[in-house]
T-cell receptor, first 113, second 117 residues
């Protein structure tokens, strides 16, 4: 089955700097890759997603890149702000029709003011 | 817009009692919902897939008699933790697939923190 590895487990940056979180997946059939932000005691919030027919997607300060050949995808946050501090999860699905997501281990991002 | 509403947000119960958690899709219909479990500082683990009008599909290692799932309508799925024990204490989160243009996406509820005394 699918396995998703996420790094780093913790990341600390200064406000205004960029943050990058990387994930690799094992199932070459995976074609949907969402990223979620989870604050303490709350459910995950979808922040951006990408499908396998696209190499990059950007939404304001957030971007995601996908390398299908290498089977890895990354989240890029620019101009980080203290409110970006949270746990970020990547996920992969062999088909968005199933909604059966396999999650990475999570990255705790701390943005220092 | 589409929202997944989950209740209650927190529940404390005595060992041996049953607890029901509700997951509702607002402004959209969800033929399929998913239930996840999350332990502190860990990732989300899929427990089961809830299908409207049919039996739920459980992941390997998840006791279907312990975690009863009912998806009686296109907007409501419930998870009942039966005869709860302290080891069932966890953060339970539901999700639902939003089908639409341009693409589908999976939205999550706000989660339910279950504490079994």
């Amino acid at each position: 089955g699918e396995n998703v590895e996420q790094h780093p487990s913790t990341l600390s940056v200064q406000e205004g700097d960029s943050a990058v979180i990387k994930c690799t997946y094992s199932d070459s059939a995976s074609n949907y890759f969402p990223w979620y932000k989870q604050e303490l005691g709350k459910g995950p919030q979808l922040i951006i997603d990408i499908r396998s027919n696209v190499g990059e997607k950007k939404d304001q300060r957030i971007a995601v890149t996908l390398n299908k050949t290498a089977k890895h995808f990354s989240l890029h946050i620019t101009e980080t702000q203290p409110e970006d501090s949270a746990v970020y999860f990547c996920a992969a699905s062999s088909s968005s029709n199933t909604g059966k997501l396999i999650f990475g281990q999570g990255t705790t991002l701390q943005v220092k003011p | 817009g589409a929202v997944v509403s989950q209740h209650p947000s927190r529940v404390i119960c005595k060992s041996g009692t049953s607890v029901k958690i509700e997951c509702r899709s607002l402004d959209f219909q969800a033929t399929t919902m998913f239930w996840y479990r999350q332990f502190p500082k860990q990732s989300l683990m899929l427990m089961a897939t809830s299908n409207e009008g049919s039996k739920a599909t459980y992941e390997q290692g998840v006791e279907k008699d312990k975690f009863l799932i009912n998806h009686a309508s296109l907007t409501l799925s419930t998870l009942t933790v039966t005869s709860a024990h302290p080891e069932d204490s966890s953060f339970y989160i539901c999700s639902a697939r939003v089908i639409g243009t341009p693409n589908e996406k999976l939205l999550f509820g706000s989660g339910t923190q279950l504490s079994v005394l």
